[in-house]
């Protein structure tokens, strides 16, 4: 099973969907969940575009997800260049990119970290398993907002 989430800077998760086949690539997972949906059709009711704090720029910039090569280059999604023949432009950005994307990527080990079931596999039903992992992704979050320290 995909468990695909998005995540903030402070480590929480902010959208959670999991259960279709593992077989399927995460751009085509993601375009079939609800906020996927309500992306493609532009009615997700995303935060207005601002300026970006600790710039000197003040223009008001759009809010992005950071996505992988799995992804599919959407309006809503950024994701790094192919690696062939960068500038030096280019590479800087996936770079940065990349940055970004480790927020999540470390969200998922702070996850795991707390929770020692995710090292292994779940050998529980589907459902069950779901639940669990829900359920430890609020436990996550609200252990992340509550100061409480990273291992259990």
């Not at 990119?97 to 998922?108: D, I, K, T």
């Not at 992704?137 to 320290?149: D, K, Q, T, Y």
Request: with cysteine; proline share 6%; aromatic share 10%.
């Amino acid at each position: 099973m995909v468990l695909l989430a998005i995540a903030d800077t402070s480590y929480n998760f902010l959208y959670i969907d999991m259960g279709a086949i593992g077989s399927q690539l995460d751009g085509g997972v993601f375009a079939q969940t609800r906020l996927g949906e309500m992306l493609l059709k532009q009615d997700a009711n995303l935060p207005k575009p601002e300026a970006l704090p600790c710039t000197t720029n003040r223009s008001p910039m759009d809010y992005f997800l950071v996505g992988d090569d799995a992804f599919p280059l959407w309006n809503y999604l950024i994701k790094p260049y192919p690696q062939r023949g960068l500038s030096k432009k280019d590479w800087i950005y996936n770079y940065r990119l990349s940055r970004a994307h480790r927020m999540v990527e470390n969200a998922f080990r702070i996850l795991a970290n707390r929770f020692r079931v995710f090292h292994t596999s779940i050998c529980l039903k589907p459902d069950r398993a779901e639940s669990i992992v829900l359920a430890s992704c609020v436990l996550h979050n609200i252990g992340r907002s509550s100061g409480e320290p990273l291992h259990t």
